[in-house]
């Protein structure tokens, strides 16, 4: 978690996976308390209220607590 470099960071890595400018990569987000607040306004105006993302746009992204889960995802959606 951090501020706005973050969330820049954020947005520029899902939106060049979802507009193919780079391959997919695995994109981890730690910290629920932190990103769920901000992933909840994504899923209900941009996906719900606008349809500005499909569903499947969600799914760039991993949230979780636990380094384990994350590790697990990293070697789960790594393209060799």
């Known amino acids: 978690p951090g501020g706005f470099g973050t969330l820049d960071e954020f947005?520029?890595?899902?939106?060049?996976?979802?507009?193919?400018?780079?391959?997919?990569?695995?994109?981890v987000l730690f910290g629920k308390q932190y990103w769920n607040p901000l992933l909840s306004v994504i899923e209900q105006?941009?996906?719900?209220d606008y349809a500005n993302i499909d569903k499947k746009d969600m799914e760039l992204y991993f949230v979780t607590d636990?380094?384990?889960?994350?590790?697990?995802y990293i070697i789960a959606n790594v393209s060799c």
Not at 45 to 48: F, M, P
Not at 66 to 72: V, Y
């Open 45 to 48: 105006t941009l996906y719900k």
């Open 66 to 72: 636990s380094a384990d889960e994350a590790f697990e």
């Open 11 to 27: 947005f520029e890595i899902i939106t060049l996976v979802q507009t193919k400018k780079i391959r997919k990569v695995p994109i």
